[in-house]
């Protein structure tokens, strides 16, 4: 019985129950009626007119009578109990054989199956119960899908970091070496240490602020935010923010703008945000020479900060956000930093689910750095 089918599983168990009742009812039948004292009187008329009575053998008449008539009677209990039986049969395993089909559909993952709600009772819940637990697991599939594209990427992003890191301390690392080495050995003019001690001195500088940068990014990157969130003001960050970076280009010329229109209170890591917006800051005054302006604009919940500069052409725009990037085409760290500066504002606004943007200014006056609050 373990290998034979629901449905004629089924049909037989139902089919042999509905002869036992039958045989059982027979046989209480059999057994029953003719114990019954049945009195039964004929009258016998004869040719002179008279009458006689005579009693019947009742019990034996029943039990002749049933004998006779019990082929044809079980015949037909067994001819109803197949009929009812099949139908029986039928009707409770057609859902199950189509739960059965659905469900090796959705062992195959495929995304149109789907079982069918066929009824109102338990074996209609237990389909609505299925179909509901295919979605959330064909839901949870995509998002592991998803998740592992986010992993993959996360990776090569890392290793790429990684490489283009090593490139970008290798041309220091090489020039401070080879800077001491020939002072040491007294070649020419490295013999005037006066001269080329500050020199390493500014190389070593540049160096550490490199692999802070890069240690940032990285921690960014791979850590996350692990800051807790603050409430606090806007305007009054922005304010304090703004400040030294005012001082520095009044030193060189540059002209500072700031408009405050408005504030807003935000619920967001105050320290990388200000990280953020001091890199902005910081490339805007970098970038912007003697006489020309740098505007820090915030209101209606938008801040706007733009610098007259040379606009970037699109080709250059779509690698600003990347690692050691510089549209300085000499990448000289004089004039284009090491290239670390937008990549940082990009991971954290990233991780900080802020809006931004960096497109050229109207009129192409220079560029413009937005964030949406």
């Known amino acids: 019985m ?19 009742i039958s045989f059982i009812a027979h046989l209480l039948i059999f057994l029953i009626a003719p114990a019954q004292n049945v009195l039964v009187t004929n009258i016998l008329v004869t040719n002179a007119g008279a009458s006689t009575l005579s009693e019947v053998d009742m019990p034996r008449l029943i039990t002749q009578t049933m004998l006779k008539t019990f082929p044809i009677s079980i015949l037909c209990c067994a001819t109803i109990s197949a009929l009812f039986s099949y139908f029986f049969s039928r009707g409770i395993t057609t859902p199950i054989l189509s ?15 789907k079982a069918a709600v066929l009824s109102t009772d338990e074996i209609g819940a237990l389909a609505t119960d299925i179909n509901n637990l295919y979605q959330s697991l064909l839901l949870t599939i995509r998002n592991l899908e998803l998740e592992k594209e986010k992993v993959s990427l996360a990776e090569k992003e890392k290793i790429d970091f990684l490489r283009t890191a090593s490139h970008e301390l290798k041309t220091p690392v090489t020039e401070l070496n080879a800077t001491l080495e020939n002072m040491i050995l007294g070649i020419g003019e490295y013999r005037d240490y006066e001269t080329y001690l500050p020199k390493c001195k500014e190389i070593t500088e540049q160096l550490g602020d490199m692999i802070r940068d890069i240690l940032n990014a990285s921690r960014l990157q791979t850590q996350g935010n692990n800051e807790p969130c603050s409430n606090f003001s806007l305007r009054t960050l922005l ?14 010329g540059v002209k500072f703008k700031i408009e405050l ?35 820090v604009v915030f209101d209606k919940n938008k801040l706007s900060v733009s610098n007259e ?14 690692p050691f990037y510089r549209p300085d085409l000499a ?9 670390l500066g937008l990549y940082i504002v990009q991971t954290i606004l990233d991780k900080l689910r802020l809006k931004y943007q960096f497109v050229p200014m109207p009129n192409d006056r220079g560029m413009s750095f937005t964030i949406q609050f």
């Open 2 to 20: 373990k290998k034979i089918k629901l449905f004629p599983k089924i049909f037989l168990f139902t089919f042999a129950m509905m002869l036992l």
């Open 99 to 113: 739960l059965s089909k659905s469900a090796n559909q959705m062992s195959k993952l495929e995304p149109d199956a």
């Open 239 to 252: 304010t304090e923010l703004c400040e030294p970076y005012r001082l520095i280009a009044e030193a060189k």
């Open 261 to 295: 229109s408005s504030d807003a209170f935000v619920y967001l890591p105050e320290g990388q945000l200000k990280k953020a917006i001091s890199n902005i800051l910081s490339n805007a005054v970098n970038y912007t020479e003697a006489g020309q302006s740098i505007s």
């Open 309 to 322: 500069c040379r606009v970037l052409p699109p080709e250059q725009l779509q690698h600003i956000f990347e």
């Open 331 to 339: 990448h000289s760290q004089a004039t284009g930093g090491n290239g």
